[in-house]
């Protein structure tokens, strides 16, 4: 193919920053490569709520619909922390993640050998670590009804969310995470907390099932989530591929991201239907404590295109050199 059209949803704080940057990149891979970028910018988040009073429009979403992937920066600000949930920009990106399903978010935890010094754990603890997080991404307690703020009985103001999977739900990524172990360590390792949650514990039947069905040769661990945040710690270099639900990864990734030695070196990869665009977002957020001032890593969104270019675009060639030339910088 010759042109890809690519939605870009540069949302909030830093977020229009580290597009730019992104953009620019881009266009100089297409000026090496044999294809060419056509661009179209929509609203997300804060930046769609100001504009049209909705963090996810149905205009973005239908962008996003007619693209052949989207480049996602990051969402969300003071500004918008005190609106009622349905008017807050991160209700307008689990809305993305959802319509588009997006079931599937690859968030890999590579250190380089340049930044080793930049984590705040020893050398000789993070160096080689690689790590790919595989995090459920439209389930779980983000999305479980029943859900709100009510008045119990007593009189008492109560908060609840419910922690639910269907097990086609736990099925299919544990499949995706399979898929890629393969093609990694053939080392999987499933993160719940089976131990007290009943969801986790169909949870670890799926995987587990689904392991000995079609993947005997990938070698799979069970690990409950506290102890797997201890261990990410105290011994990186165990984990291959981590497969959890949609909290326990988004804890996990950021907690592995002070591995690599910046939260703003952590790309992501949202995929779902293979018909459909995947989005590619960084692992961080707004960062609206640095906005403004030119201080923002973009590497994360960098290497999140670059993602871009492996998994939807299928242009592994010019991945790669957009990967290498990251780590030359
Ligand atoms: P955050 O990830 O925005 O920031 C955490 C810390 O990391 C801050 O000190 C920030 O300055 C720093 N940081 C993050 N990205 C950076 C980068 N690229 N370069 C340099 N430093 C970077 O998390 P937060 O402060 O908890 O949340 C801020 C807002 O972002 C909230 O509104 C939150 O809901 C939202 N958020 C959005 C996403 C997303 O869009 N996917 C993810 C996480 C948080
Ligand atoms: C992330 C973010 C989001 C999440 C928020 C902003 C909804 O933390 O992408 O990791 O929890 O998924
Ligand atoms: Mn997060």
Same mark, same amino acid.
């Given at each position: 193919?010759?042109?890809?059209?690519?939605?870009?949803?540069?949302?909030?704080?830093?977020?229009?920053?580290?597009?730019?940057?992104?953009?620019?990149?881009?266009?100089?891979?297409?000026?090496?490569?044999?294809?060419?970028?056509?661009?179209?910018?929509?609203?997300?988040?804060?930046?769609?709520?100001?504009?049209?009073?909705?963090?996810?429009?149905?205009?973005?979403?239908?962008?996003?619909?007619?693209?052949?992937?989207?480049?996602?920066?990051?969402?969300?600000?003071?500004?918008?922390?005190?609106?009622?949930?349905?008017?807050?920009?991160?209700?307008?990106?689990?809305?993305?993640?959802?319509?588009?399903?997006?079931?599937?978010?690859?968030?890999?935890?590579?250190?380089?050998?340049?930044?080793?010094?930049?984590?705040?754990?020893?050398?000789?603890?993070?160096?080689?670590?690689?790590?790919?997080?595989?995090?459920?991404?439209?389930?779980?307690?983000?999305?479980?009804?029943?859900?709100?703020?009510?008045?119990?009985?007593?009189?008492?103001?109560?908060?609840?969310?419910?922690?639910?999977?269907?097990?086609?739900?736990?099925?299919?990524?544990?499949?995706?995470?399979?898929?890629?172990?393969?093609?990694?360590?053939?080392?999987?390792?499933?993160?719940?907390?089976?131990?007290?949650?009943?969801?986790?514990?169909?949870?670890?039947?799926?995987?587990?099932?689904?392991?000995?069905?079609?993947?005997? !040769?990938? /070698?799979?661990?069970?690990?409950?989530?506290?102890? =797997? #945040? %201890?261990? +990410?710690?105290?011994?990186?270099? *165990?984990?291959?591929?981590?497969?959890?639900?949609?909290?326990?990864?988004?804890?996990?990734?950021?907690?592995?991201?002070?591995?690599?030695?910046?939260?703003?070196?952590?790309?992501?990869?949202?995929?779902?239907?293979?018909?459909?665009?995947?989005?590619?977002?960084?692992?961080?957020?707004?960062?609206?404590?640095?906005?403004?001032? !030119?201080? /923002?890593?973009?590497?994360?969104?960098?290497?999140? =295109? #670059? %993602?871009? +270019?492996?998994?939807?675009?299928? *242009?592994?060639?010019?991945?790669?050199?957009?990967?290498?030339?990251?780590?030359?910088?």
């Amino acid at each position: 193919k010759g042109e890809y059209a690519v939605t870009l949803l540069p949302g909030d704080g830093i977020g229009p920053e580290i597009m730019t940057a992104t953009v620019g990149v881009l266009e100089v891979v297409a000026a090496k490569a044999s294809f060419k970028f056509k661009f179209q910018d929509a609203l997300i988040g804060g930046a769609a709520l100001d504009a049209m009073d909705d963090p996810f429009p149905d205009t973005s979403l239908q962008a996003c619909q007619s693209s052949d992937s989207v480049l996602l920066a990051c969402i969300g600000g003071y500004k918008w922390d005190k609106n009622p949930r349905e008017k807050r920009p991160e209700t307008g990106l689990l809305k993305m993640r959802k319509t588009l399903g997006l079931f599937a978010n690859l968030r890999p935890a590579k250190v380089l050998p340049q930044l080793v010094s930049a984590s705040t754990l020893k050398p000789e603890v993070v160096s080689g670590v690689d790590i790919m997080v595989v995090r459920e991404l439209t389930g779980d307690v983000y999305f479980g009804t029943p859900k709100g703020i009510r008045t119990g009985s007593d009189g008492e103001r109560e908060g609840f969310n419910n922690m639910i999977y269907k097990e086609s739900e736990i099925r299919r990524i544990a499949q995706v995470a399979y898929g890629v172990a393969e093609k990694r360590g053939k080392k999987l390792c499933s993160v719940d907390k089976a131990n007290v949650l009943d969801v986790s514990q169909l949870w670890r039947e799926v995987v587990t099932e689904e392991g000995l069905r079609h993947h005997p !040769d990938v /070698a799979l661990e069970h690990m409950y989530v506290d102890n =797997a #945040a %201890m261990q +990410l710690i105290r011994n990186p270099k *165990q984990f291959d591929t981590i497969v959890c639900g949609n909290l326990f990864g988004d804890i996990l990734s950021d907690e592995a991201s002070m591995l690599v030695g910046s939260l703003g070196m952590l790309p992501s990869a949202s995929l779902g239907d293979p018909r459909g665009p995947g989005v590619f977002e960084p692992c961080h957020g707004s960062a609206p404590d640095i906005a403004g001032e !030119d201080k /923002a890593n973009p590497l994360a969104m960098i290497l999140s =295109a #670059a %993602m871009m +270019l492996r998994y939807d675009l299928s *242009q592994p060639q010019a991945a790669e050199a957009l990967e290498a030339a990251v780590e030359r910088t």
